[in-house]
């Protein structure tokens, strides 16, 4: 019996098998995950229609059953027509979402072009597909350590 949220089977067993510094891609509805991806990575969809999952809940998830030491976002380069002014909203959200996990690390852009060169990673084993809408939602997660209790 598990003793935290995530229930999915696939999911659970690529976690299981990850270690320190394997990289998870919760990736929005735009990203393009069968082509922008680790060598070894699998893919789960759970883009079932627009808006369905988010990247949030994903999060929120997956922060009950694994220790994260890193959170980058895509960062939004100065000539991409979709660049806000100021961080996405979905940005605070993130935010947030750490923060009542108690997880103590900070929220870091990776810049565009940089952000899909660390997808490729060998130490990337996951892409959860999302049908986010919102822009510059895409979460790349490092995962941390097991502390002793």
Known sequence: ????????????????????SSKVLIADGNYPTSSARGP???????????????VSQVLKTLLTAIPVEAVNTMGMP????????????????Y????????????????????????VKSPDHVLTIQTGDQALWANLLLTVGVRKAE
Do not use: K
């Open 95 to 118: 935010r947030q979402i750490l923060n009542d996990a108690n997880v103590a690390v900070r929220l870091q852009p990776i810049e565009r072009w940089d952000f899909y060169d660390a």
């Open 78 to 93: 100065a000539d991409d027509p979709h660049r806000l002014d100021h961080d996405p909203p979905v940005w605070a959200e």
């Open 1 to 20: 019996m598990l003793n935290h949220t995530l229930i999915h089977p696939e999911i659970n067993g690529i976690l299981a098998r990850a270690g320190h």
């Open 40 to 54: 070894r990575a699998e893919i789960v969809s759970l883009n079932l229609c627009p808006g369905l999952l988010t």
